[in-house]
């Protein structure tokens, strides 16, 4: 058994946030609100697992496939990825918007990716080396999952912003959809993931 | 407070949870591989040939903007644009559509539509507002390709319009050019295509695509001449305009027709080559097989008479002049010599009877024997304003005789000078005349002559004085005297003057007694014997 509040007989409510005398086992109820009771989140590393791969799946068609068009309609239009879109931001000389895209668009999601797969494998592992740094990294990935929904917004509000028919226009990319996929899956997996199952580890190291 | 104790803790109640629903989240993973697997297999399978373009400029073409169009509907986009390995062209790659598969084929032309004009048409001028695109004409091969060469000008005849090509061969282009209009009877009926010089430098080919169904109109009888701008010819028979229309007038025309009398066999194989005659004139003159080359030599100026006159025997056209030349010969004499083809064709009742006229020695003979009848070439002037000459073939019995020497090719026709000329040399010989005539001499004498008349008409006038002072009075004594004897002489001649009477009664006389003498003449016709015997009448009364 681990140290914790599991070891100490006592499991705490995740909703209303009582600690309850419980003994281990499956399918309890809280004594005070009577919401489901669980040591861990349940199937933690499976959901955080299937939801990463299927960002992962998502990532490549967010890259790859055009995010906005831009251009003349029933013209020539000009298709940008989210890389190209930086490009073009960068050698526009709107470089500031280029760098926040970058960073939000294609360093994060990426981060996130790897630094969740990380966690979870390590977690399988049961890995017990630098957990501080682990515990702060997944804080950190939790937090800002969010911000990467910054270029879906620029996105969005370039569409609706610059329409000029038949001269020029904005629309969005099938690669729009997939990246909103993406950041969505990551979130829910940082949800899914139970950080305490990192240090579960090093408490059966010790006991 | 005190402390709470873990046995003030509520117990925790068992229950039932909800479902398991932990392995349904693995649908989500399926699912987006389901989607990515599906969006990956459609865009390979809406990926449609790659091809590359190779132009000489990227003039209005952007990679990943211009369009590749067939029948203005978009079948790919250029994706880019690179320079060529030897940096002399550019070599778009395009993505196509999958249903321009079949389009991509051995002779695909390709081209870079840009506003342009020619052959007196606009093409491409919405590319002004929408941008340059690369259009394509597919080929009738069936063998696919991948690497192209753009043409610089859209072909002039798209594939898919009916029609034939045929090949022309001309000196010079003439103002003719690519998309110039082919006409027949007038009508427009297809352009020049192509307009090229002949690797040897030695003239121009044309390639002219006549569209269907008027290609079959292009027989092998046919002739094609050219019909730009206006043809004037201004030659010994007079002023000449002829135009084929406004159109040809700027842009330059080619047209064809079967000459009258021309028999205008089959239709002509496609790529059936014809030679191009500068005009209509000269396209449409016979073409005669056996043709006589004459060499003239003249004594006097030739200038005015040009390669090409006619040549005429007593105004019947035989011939044309072909050469104009100088000629030195032995005896350091310089002199025109103009050379001359005649067609024996032409004159073709002669040309046909005689058996074995087709021989050269036979033709030789006979021209001697005509050269001996006195047959001359002769330089004539067909127009007086402009100064045109002909050459003219005649008769001179009075020239002196000439042998003509056989051995020469081609053989020599002697020349008489010409009518025009010896009217000049008459003047110029007037003129010298004149130039040799002591004109001051003469005037000096004029000068005595009038003096001395002078002197005259004043003595005449001092003679006609006296006459009217002395002789004058005389003379009216004269008259009256002699009308005095004209009044006496009258009265004699009168009407019932004695002198008539008398003279009419004895003519009175006279032919009473020639009536009786002619009575008696008459008695002795019929009665001769009377003489001796008397008169019967008085023997009868006795």
């Known amino acids: 058994m681990s140290a914790g509040a599991a070891a100490m007989g006592l499991l705490r409510c995740a909703v209303c946030g009582i600690p309850n005398r419980a003994r281990a086992g499956a399918r309890l109820r809280c004594g005070r609100c009577g919401s489901p009771l669980a040591a861990r989140k349940p199937d933690s590393l499976a959901r955080a697992t299937a939801l990463l791969a299927a960002a992962y799946v998502l990532y490549l068609p967010a890259n790859l496939l055009p995010i906005l068009e831009t251009g003349e309609i029933g013209g020539a239009r000009s298709p940008d990825t989210i890389m190209s879109g930086v490009l073009k931001l960068w050698s526009g000389g709107w470089w500031p918007l280029a760098i926040v895209i970058l960073v939000a668009s294609i360093v994060i999601p990426f981060a996130k990716l790897a630094v969740l797969t990380w966690l979870v494998a390590s977690a399988r592992r049961g890995s017990t080396a630098r957990l501080r740094a682990r515990t702060r990294l997944y804080r950190l990935v939790d937090v800002i999952g969010k911000w990467s929904m910054v270029d879906i917004y620029v996105g969005a509000l370039l569409v609706g912003l610059v329409q000029f028919p038949p001269l020029a226009g904005v629309a969005p990319g099938p690669a729009a959809i997939a990246f909103g996929a993406v950041v969505v899956l990551t979130m829910l997996a940082s949800r899914a993931f139970d950080p305490r199952l990192l240090w579960d580890a090093a408490g059966a190291r010790r006991g | ?542």
């Open chain 2, 1 to 542: 407070m005190a402390e709470p104790d873990a046995r003030d803790l509520p117990e925790a109640s068992p229950g039932a949870h909800r479902l398991r629903w932990g392995f349904l989240v693995w649908v989500v993973p399926i699912v987006a591989l389901a989607v990515g697997a599906w969006l990956a297999l459609e865009s390979l399978v809406n990926r449609g040939p790659t091809i590359s373009v190779t132009f000489k400029t990227a003039t209005g073409l952007e990679a990943g903007k211009t369009k590749v169009k067939y029948k203005d509907v978009d079948i790919g986009t250029v994706k880019s644009i690179v320079l060529s390995e030897d940096r002399r062209n550019v070599i778009a790659v395009a993505e196509l559509t999958p249903q321009a598969r079949g389009l991509i084929v051995e002779d695909t032309r390709f081209w870079v539509v840009r506003p342009r004009i020619t052959g007196g048409q606009a093409f491409g001028l919405g590319t002004i507002l929408s941008g340059a695109y690369i259009a394509l004409d597919p080929g009738k091969s069936k063998e696919s390709r991948r690497a192209f060469e753009g043409l610089e000008n859209p072909p002039v005849v798209l594939s898919d319009v009916p029609g034939r090509q045929f090949v022309l061969r001309a000196d010079d282009l003439g103002s003719i050019d690519i998309g110039s209009p082919v006409y027949y009877r007038h009508v427009r009926v297809g352009q020049v295509v192509s307009a090229e010089l002949n690797a040897d430098g030695k003239g121009v080919t044309f390639v002219v695509f006549v569209n269907a169904p008027y290609d079959r109109y292009v027989v092998r009888g046919a002739r094609f001449w050219n019909a730009s701008g206006i043809d004037v010819s201004l030659g010994a028979g007079g002023l000449r305009m002829e135009t084929e229309s406004l159109a040809s007038i700027v842009i330059g025309g080619v047209a064809f027709q079967v000459p009258p009398g021309v028999e205008p066999g089959p239709p002509a194989a496609t790529e059936a080559v014809f030679d191009l005659y500068k005009d209509r004139e000269t396209a449409f003159k016979q073409v005669y097989t056996v043709k006589d080359t004459y060499v003239l030599h003249f004594r006097q100026s030739v200038r005015g008479l040009n390669v090409g006159a006619a040549v005429d025997f007593r105004g019947v056209p035989v011939g044309e002049v072909t050469r104009i030349g100088l000629d030195f010969n032995g005896e350091h004499e310089l002199r025109p010599v103009v050379e001359i083809d005649v067609y024996p064709e032409r004159i073709a009742a002669q040309f046909r009877r005689r058996p074995g006229a087709e021989r050269p020695e036979v033709r030789a003979q006979t021209l001697q024997r005509f050269v001996d009848r006195g047959l001359r070439a002769q330089l004539k002037t067909g127009n007086l304003i402009t100064g045109q000459l002909y050459v003219t073939l005649d008769y001179f019995p009075n020239d002196p005789k000439v042998r003509i020497d056989l051995a020469k090719a081609p053989l020599e026709i002697p020349t008489a000078s010409g009518g025009f000329t010896e009217l000049q040399s008459s003047v110029e010989n007037i003129v010298h005349k004149i130039e040799k005539m002591p004109l001051d001499e003469i005037a000096v004498d004029l000068k005595n002559i009038v003096a001395t008349l002078d002197v005259t008409l004043r003595n005449v006038n001092a003679l006609v004085e006296r006459m009217d002072s002395e002789i004058a009075p005389e003379l009216r004594q004269t008259l009256e005297t002699a009308r005095g004897a004209l009044g006496q002489a009258q009265g004699a001649l009168s009407e019932d003057a004695p002198l008539q009477g008398d003279l009419r009664g004895t003519l009175r006389d006279v032919g009473r007694a020639a009536e009786a003498i002619r009575n008696l003449a008459d008695y002795l016709e019929r009665h001769p014997e009377s003489l001796i015997r008397g008169r019967r009448e008085e023997e009868g009364r006795r």
